[in-house]
């Protein structure tokens, strides 16, 4: 579909969010807590309907991966183990004048941005957040908010072996909270200090790990054109050796467009061995597999793909965005895929006269067993379309006088603005048939 605007505006977006219900600043009534943030009754649909549009796709439809909700707060050791406790930190410099802290890497400037001041020494900062277990704050009672859910799904590779019978190749998916005490958060929620990931561990045979690291990269780099990303908007980079994480023998990021300029969705990462060999050694418990048709036993390499909740509801929210023009006027409206708009259906009666709301209601009452579905009566039916379009609902469903005697509705499509008359009688297998396969 031609669209007119290649970029949203982050400030009308910003506006958009806070009107009708998107995300908000946490805390706003306090002066807000830094880069936090909530999201209101239409960004928690959006979201949820991300993360569903996700598990679908790699575990529902799949045969090969099964699914996993492990604790936040995990044993301490885990964190040497996986080499956080030594690697998981960033480079970071203090402005000896007014104190204010960058990442090296991400500087250009030698000079304090701010204030022209000179920096002191780097120095590695740790990104993981610490608290405390129990009623007694010392050192031996410290946790770690987990800064990636991967290491839940390690910890757990026997568990889910012995219990679910799955056989090499397999996966485990898993999404949740993770806490990074970033230095530099921003963005909106690009960049945030409490996030979601959506990450799956691969579990394969060593010698199969190229491929299927290819096998992942396609697909997952598919999911997000699937739901809507535009073409142009999206591309594949892969990792230079020194931009490898501390686990990874080789890794592709899926980047889109942002309006700031090109940022990470997911990346793919080759993991080896790495996490579950160390949790061997780290812990004591054998973590081998026992390949019954090679009869050999072995560490299995994992690959991964792990992206960000945040960042995939964010990239569709903005991909999504267009003014078109609509006569004198312009018309906004957000293209959203239909399976990840917060609202499927808006039942509109014309008007609020007394005679057409039992049929509306009714209408209303019916759809929303099935749909998520909005009943909206306030002010003129043209100004309802506007709201609805808006906020990406595909369709609404406008009750009228003629309703009362023919039984019948109008479906307005958001995108072509093409209107039809069903039957109410056929209204629920009509919205189904048009939310699975299309307008
Ligand atoms: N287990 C591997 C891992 O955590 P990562 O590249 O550090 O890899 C994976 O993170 C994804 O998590 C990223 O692609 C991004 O979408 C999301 N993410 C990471 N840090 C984030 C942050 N501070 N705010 C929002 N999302 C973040």
């Excluded at 807000?32 to 529902?60: C, I």
Aim: charge should be negative; glycine fraction near 6%.
């Amino acid at each position: 579909m031609a669209r007119t605007l290649q970029f949203a505006d982050m400030d009308k977006m910003l506006s958009l969010s806070k009107r009708r219900g998107f995300m908000f600043q946490s805390s706003e009534i306090y002066g807000g807590l830094g880069s936090t943030y909530d999201y209101g009754p239409l960004g928690v649909e959006l979201k949820r309907n991300v993360k569903e549009a996700w598990w679908t796709s790699v575990v529902t439809e799949r045969d090969d991966v099964v699914g996993l909700d492990s604790a936040i707060l995990m044993h301490p050791k885990i964190w040497e183990a996986s080499g956080h406790v030594e690697n998981f930190s960033d480079p970071l410099v203090e402005c000896k004048s007014c104190n204010r802290r960058y990442r090296e890497d991400q500087l250009e400037a030698t000079k304090c941005p701010e204030c022209d001041g000179e920096f002191g020494d780097p120095r590695r900062f740790n990104l993981m957040f610490r608290t405390f277990m129990g009623p007694v704050e010392d050192t031996s009672h410290e946790l770690f908010l987990r800064p990636e859910t991967a290491q839940g799904i390690f910890v757990n590779f026997t568990n889910v072996v012995n219990s679910s019978r799955k056989k090499l190749p397999f996966g485990i998916a898993q999404i949740g909270k993770a806490f990074r005490n970033e230095i530099t958060p921003g963005n909106f929620t690009f960049r945030t200090r409490e996030f979601e990931q959506m990450e799956v561990e691969f579990f394969v045979k060593p010698g199969d790990d190229e491929e299927w690291l290819n096998n992942w990269v396609t697909s997952r780099f598919q999911w997000y054109l699937k739901y809507g990303i535009r073409e142009g908007n999206l591309r594949l980079r892969r990792h230079d050796g020194d931009e490898l994480a501390h686990y990874a023998k080789d890794t592709y990021d899926i980047e889109y467009r942002f309006p700031w300029g090109w940022g990470e969705l997911e990346g793919i990462a080759n993991r080896t061995n790495f996490d579950l060999g160390r949790h061997s050694e780290a812990s004591g418990t054998d973590l081998t597999y026992f390949d019954e048709e090679s009869k050999e036993r072995y560490i299995p390499y994992v690959i991964e793909p792990s992206g960000g909740v945040d960042r995939a509801t964010l990239a569709f929210w903005l991909d999504a965005y267009d003014e078109e023009p609509d006569g004198d006027n312009s018309r906004t409206v957000l293209h959203l895929n239909r399976h990840l708009s917060p609202i499927s259906i808006a039942v509109l009666p014309l008007s609020r006269n007394e005679r057409l709301t039992p049929t509306a209601r009714h209408v209303y009452d019916t759809l929303r067993k099935t749909f998520s579905t909005q009943y909206d009566d306030a002010q003129s039916i043209g100004r309802r379309y506007r709201r609805q379009d808006e906020i990406g609902t595909p369709y609404c469903v406008t009750v009228d006088f003629d309703s009362l005697e023919d039984h019948s509705v109008t479906i307005r499509e958001r995108d072509s603005m093409h209107q039809d008359r069903v039957e109410i009688a056929n209204l629920v297998n009509i919205m189904r048939d048009r939310l699975d396969h299309g307008w």
